[in-house]
């Protein structure tokens, strides 16, 4: 029978996924020359912002390199998407790690 914790991390994995492939159709469809739907991009970023401190702070006026949303150029808009995207690469590998090494310890454990 499946646990609350494991039930919990099964959503996150596939709320992660969903966002990352939201994000790689943007991006592949800007790399294919079609226009950015930037309304879907505000969105996604927004969602991202919401859910994640590190995001938040990227996308802020605190980050040196911060340009609103309506003055950023499609290029721009890409540019945070796919630095987004290598963020939540990296965050799901990362806690897939940590998942594999706990599994690894409780397997010696026994």
Not at 54 to 59: C, G, Q, W
Not at 72 to 83: G, K, S, Y
Request: proline fraction near 2%; charge should be negative; hydrophobic fraction near 40%.
């Amino acid at each position: 029978m499946a646990t609350f914790d494991n039930f919990d991390k099964a959503r996150r994995i596939a709320d992660n996924a969903h966002d990352i492939a939201e994000i790689q159709k943007i991006i592949n469809d800007y790399m294919q020359g079609r226009r950015i739907d930037r309304q879907k991009a505000m969105e996604i970023i927004i969602h991202q912002n919401k859910k994640d401190a590190v995001i938040a702070a990227y996308n802020s006026p605190v980050n040196p390199g911060w340009v609103s949303f309506q003055n950023a150029t499609d290029e721009q808009i890409v540019n945070n998407l796919n630095t987004t995207l290598l963020y939540l690469s990296g965050k799901m590998t990362a806690e897939g790690l940590r998942d594999l090494v706990k599994g690894e310890q409780n397997n010696a454990d026994t």
